[in-house]
């Protein structure tokens, strides 16, 4: 089988984090199909550890609903903590370099600056509005997986935004929602053994947005390639 090598790399390159969706559905037909080709992702001894949780319309709104009533308490929201770590407990160069400068661009290009609690904190909250794309995703793992499972997930994962980059569509993923296990375990019915692993937005871009016009740097091959022979 002939492969168009042009379109799947484009695919692959053009796909960013957009934080701003339209309201335009996804045909539940589609979202299928994303996923049935994003479960071809190598997976170690076949074991395929995803589980994906698929919420739109008023699904999506209680979901929304209860976690931002804890996000938006603080008495509550200190009794939520993620079961893993997310990020390193202590940065270092150039990794926080990166960080720190995605996040100022971001918020540079929304106006807000340092010291604005209460503008940060709405901007981190429209995560869990799936920053009102159409269809929300939670993925969670089985509790008795390891490291292999885990990057096993995100080549699936990998895979569901380059398919959804070649249909038009946009994604966000979001490790935002991996605080929020006590939450969303009884809004979605989970297993007590499935652990909340991060959520995606998927939907059409909201061109008019100013904060999808961020396009995030990638540091040079020189930077993390070793080359050895």
């Not at 569901?160 to 939450?183: D, E, I, K, W, Y």
């Amino acid at each position: 089988m002939s492969i168009d090598s042009e379109s799947v790399d484009l695919a692959i390159t053009s796909r960013r984090s957009v934080r701003a969706f339209l309201p335009t559905p996804v045909a539940n037909e589609t979202i299928q199909e994303l996923l049935t080709i994003a479960a071809r992702a190598a997976s170690g001894t076949n074991t395929q550890p995803w589980l994906v949780h698929i919420v739109t319309g008023a699904a999506k709104a209680r979901l929304s609903e209860a976690i931002l009533a804890v996000f938006n308490n603080p008495a509550a929201l200190a009794q939520h903590s993620s079961e893993f770590s997310i990020y390193p407990s202590e940065w270092i160069s150039p990794y926080i370099d990166r960080r720190r400068k995605v996040g100022w661009d971001l918020y540079g290009l929304l106006g807000i600056g340092k010291g604005e609690h209460e503008r940060t904190h709405a901007q981190h909250a429209r995560n869990f509005q799936f920053f009102d794309a159409p269809v929300g995703m939670i993925f969670t793992i089985d509790r008795s997986f390891g490291y292999a499972a885990w990057v096993d997930y995100g080549m699936f994962i990998g895979n569901l935004m380059t398919a959804a980059r070649a249909r038009g569509l946009h994604s966000c993923p979001q490790f935002a929602f991996a605080q929020f296990q006590n939450v969303i375990a009884p809004c979605l019915d989970l297993s007590p053994a499935q652990r909340v692993l991060c959520g995606l937005s998927l939907g059409y871009e909201d061109t008019s947005a100013i904060e999808n016009s961020l396009r995030s740097e990638r540091a040079p091959l020189s930077d993390w390639a070793r080359f050895y022979s």
